[in-house]
């Protein structure tokens, strides 16, 4: 009897999944289907327009396959950006955000089917990519990064819910979707943010660069730290009198922590343009690698590259995590503050990581102390502790040890529908929710 051999092929998987549709749905259902046949009509076309099939659909995702790997990010970027221009045009608590998981690999044919790791590796990379963003794996990175003009940024190796080895993950960079106009397919040689270009422009240009940038954060800039060792001249060498007296170079970034770490601090651990060594055995013998803190809201990736081990910092065991910042209490609070406070104490805030696009939930203390309990981007949880008031001017405040950087996040209160939301100041949508 001969045996019926299961059909491969090598594929690119494109998957996306509407970002909070339970929540869409229970508000207002009907609306909610209208809005998602609307979006669904935009998708259908761009994966046709761009050679790819879809294979599978349940309720509010799309399974899509390319033969392309560059086609796939190509559609997964013009889908973002003609949804956020039809999102635009929608009342903001109806709005629906796609997240897109892009996979290459190696997948099980069934009739007009798809299975295996190569599908459920991209459906895992759209569940941490952040609303209205893309999410790509490392084998679809090595095959665009030198062909599309987009700047994508490393968010390490992420272990995945049934998938046995962690995958190595990249997340685009928010301010690449406007990068092109909608609809345009022309390859540009040269990724927007190459490595190679980091180390060939070296430390100087990372320094010009997080200065230039830190003036356009609205956040408040990291402590500076002690500046790295500078390199020594050579001994019984006067310098001649024409030439000025080496000056010790400033250093290129806040430090993070004086300590060298084993590994990479998480995503939205480290700061925006802070700085810390790694040994993780990376880079040559008597070097380091350093890392820069990047930004996820203005598409600033971080920056790696190996430099000199500083002379006071002989190799050592290092500790395998990164060290907690220090909260900054907020305002003394006087008689004034604890009445803005009091209607608060005991509330729930709830609301999703613009870095993970993960739920969090605040618990708000009396005495402006408060917990938020945050879901990781892989799995389980973690607890982050620090302090909360209320401006004078009736903006909510938090202060974490790590959530958010460590930096003071403020937000607008406003009374919706008898109850109490917090938006940005350009209204963003996702609003956290106060809850008793």
Same mark, same amino acid.
């Given at each position: 009897?001969t045996e019926?051999?299961?059909? #491969?092929?090598?594929a690119?998987?494109?998957?996306?999944?509407v970002?909070?549709?339970s929540r869409?749905t229970?508000?207002?259902?009907e609306?909610?289907?209208r809005?998602?046949?609307?979006?669904r009509?935009?998708?259908?076309r761009l994966?046709?327009?761009?050679d790819?099939?879809?294979?599978n659909?349940?309720?509010?995702s799309?399974?899509?396959?390319?033969?392309?790997a560059?086609?796939?990010v190509r559609?997964?970027?013009?889908?973002?950006?003609?949804l956020?221009?039809r999102?635009a045009?929608?009342?903001?608590?109806?709005?629906?955000?796609f997240?897109?998981?892009?996979?290459?690999?190696?997948v099980?044919?069934?009739?007009?089917?798809?299975y295996?790791d190569?599908?459920n590796i991209?459906? #895992?990379?759209e569940?941490i990519?952040?609303?209205?963003s893309i999410c790509?794996s490392g /084998?679809v990175?090595?095959?665009?990064?030198?062909?599309?003009?987009?700047?994508?940024e490393?968010?390490g190796?992420?272990?995945m819910?049934?998938?046995?080895?962690p995958? /190595?993950?990249?997340?685009?960079a928010?301010?690449?979707?406007?990068?092109? =106009?909608p609809g345009?397919?022309?390859?540009?040689?040269g990724?927007?943010l190459?490595v190679?270009?980091?180390a060939?422009?070296?430390?100087a240009?990372?320094?010009?660069?997080?200065?230039s940038e830190?003036g356009?954060?609205?956040?408040a800039?990291p402590v500076?730290?002690?500046?790295? =060792?500078?390199?020594?001249s050579t001994?019984?060498q006067?310098?001649?009198?024409?030439t000025p007296?080496?000056r010790?170079?400033e250093?290129l =970034?806040?430090?993070f922590?004086?300590?060298i770490l084993?590994?990479?601090p998480?995503?939205?651990?480290l700061p925006?343009?802070a700085s810390?060594l790694?040994d993780?055995?990376t880079?040559p013998?008597?070097q380091?690698?350093?890392?820069i803190g990047?930004s996820v809201t203005?598409?600033?990736?971080r920056?790696r590259s190996c430099?000199?081990r500083?002379a006071d910092?002989?190799? /050592?065991?290092?500790p395998?995590?990164?060290p907690?910042?220090?909260?900054?209490a907020?305002?003394?609070l006087?008689?004034?503050a604890?009445?803005?406070?009091r209607?608060?104490i005991g509330?729930?805030?709830e609301?999703i990581s613009?870095?993970?696009?993960k739920?969090?939930?605040?618990t708000?203390?009396a005495g402006?102390?408060?917990e938020?309990?945050?879901?990781?981007?892989t799995?389980?949880?973690?607890v982050?502790?620090?302090?909360?008031?209320i401006?004078?001017n009736?903006?909510?405040?938090?202060?974490?040890?790590h959530?958010?950087?460590?930096?003071?996040?403020?937000?607008?209160?406003s009374?919706?529908g008898?109850g109490?939301k917090?938006?940005t100041r350009?209204?963003r949508?996702n609003?956290?929710?106060?809850k008793?």
């Amino acid at each position: 009897m001969t045996e019926v051999r299961q059909q #491969r092929r090598l594929a690119t998987i494109l998957a996306a999944d509407v970002f909070g549709y339970s929540r869409l749905t229970a508000e207002n259902e009907e609306d909610a289907l209208r809005t998602l046949k609307a979006h669904r009509v935009v998708i259908d076309r761009l994966i046709a327009r761009h050679d790819g099939r879809i294979f599978n659909i349940a309720g509010d995702s799309v399974l899509a396959e390319f033969g392309s790997a560059v086609e796939a990010v190509r559609c997964a970027i013009t889908i973002q950006e003609e949804l956020r221009v039809r999102n635009a045009q929608i009342d903001e608590n109806r709005r629906m955000d796609f997240r897109i998981g892009i996979n290459v690999g190696d997948v099980l044919v069934d009739g007009d089917n798809l299975y295996g790791d190569g599908v459920n590796i991209a459906a #895992r990379l759209e569940s941490i990519a952040a609303p209205g963003s893309i999410c790509i794996s490392g /084998s679809v990175f090595a095959l665009v990064k030198n062909k599309l003009s987009y700047g994508f940024e490393d968010i390490g190796l992420q272990s995945m819910k049934n998938i046995p080895e962690p995958v /190595s993950a990249f997340r685009l960079a928010p301010s690449s979707i406007t990068k092109q =106009a909608p609809g345009a397919t022309r390859s540009v040689r040269g990724w927007a943010l190459p490595v190679a270009a980091v180390a060939v422009v070296g430390m100087a240009g990372a320094g010009f660069f997080y200065w230039s940038e830190r003036g356009k954060e609205r956040i408040a800039a990291p402590v500076a730290a002690p500046p790295v =060792a500078s390199a020594s001249s050579t001994p019984g060498q006067p310098a001649s009198p024409a030439t000025p007296p080496a000056r010790k170079p400033e250093p290129l =970034a806040p430090a993070f922590t004086t300590e060298i770490l084993k590994t990479e601090p998480a995503i939205g651990q480290l700061p925006t343009g802070a700085s810390v060594l790694i040994d993780d055995g990376t880079c040559p013998t008597g070097q380091l690698k350093q890392i820069i803190g990047g930004s996820v809201t203005t598409g600033q990736p971080r920056l790696r590259s190996c430099v000199p081990r500083p002379a006071d910092m002989p190799p /050592s065991a290092a500790p395998s995590a990164a060290p907690a910042l220090p909260a900054s209490a907020p305002l003394q609070l006087d008689s004034a503050a604890l009445e803005r406070m009091r209607p608060y104490i005991g509330n729930a805030v709830e609301g999703i990581s613009n870095v993970t696009g993960k739920p969090f939930v605040m618990t708000l203390k009396a005495g402006g102390i408060t917990e938020v309990k945050i879901e990781l981007a892989t799995a389980g949880f973690t607890v982050d502790r620090g302090t909360w008031w209320i401006e004078p001017n009736g903006h909510f405040c938090v202060r974490y040890v790590h959530f958010a950087g460590g930096n003071i996040v403020c937000r607008e209160l406003s009374v919706e529908g008898g109850g109490i939301k917090a938006y940005t100041r350009d209204h963003r949508p996702n609003p956290w929710v106060f809850k008793k």
